[in-house]
């Protein structure tokens, strides 16, 4: 079944998705029916500006709250620990954080178009 409304969704979401992933999601999405569109807008994206600015003020980029945000518990425990690499991770994620938040909503949202196909 074709689902414009699925389209639709992925359009208004866009900026919480990587490029790339529009084209591997269009397929998936053709699969999903209009009215199991609005189980995808339940779905929690985390917006990469956010997380960004997470990042970068002090404390936060450092104590690894930033990568606790977007589910990678384990990296920002460990980015905690090592206070963000010795502030070198802390510099390095303020540039590659909006493209990990990007790829953990993709796989978040791929994992609940699976759901919703079954």
């Known amino acids: 079944m074709n689902s ?12 919480y998705l990587t490029l790339r992933s529009l084209y591997t ?3 998936l999405s053709d699969r999903v029916a209009d009215e199991d569109v609005d189980f995808l807008y339940a779905i929690e994206l985390k917006n990469p500006e956010f997380v960004l600015l997470l990042s ?3 404390f936060f980029g450092l104590a690894g709250l930033d990568r606790v945000y977007i589910g990678d518990v384990g990296l ?3 980015k905690f620990i090592t206070l ?5 991770w802390t510099v390095a994620d303020s540039f590659f954080i909006t493209e990990r ?12 178009i699976m759901l919703v196909r079954r």
Not at 4 to 14: I, M, N
Not at 101 to 112: G, W
Request: hydrophobic share 40%; net charge positive.
């Open 25 to 27: 999601l269009e397929p």
């Open 84 to 88: 963000g690499g010795l502030g070198l």
């Open 56 to 58: 970068v003020l002090g």
């Open 101 to 112: 938040t990007k790829q953990a909503n993709v796989k978040k949202l791929e994992e609940h």
């Open 76 to 78: 920002g425990i460990l």
């Open 4 to 15: 414009s409304r699925a389209k639709l969704f992925l359009v208004d979401h866009s900026k």
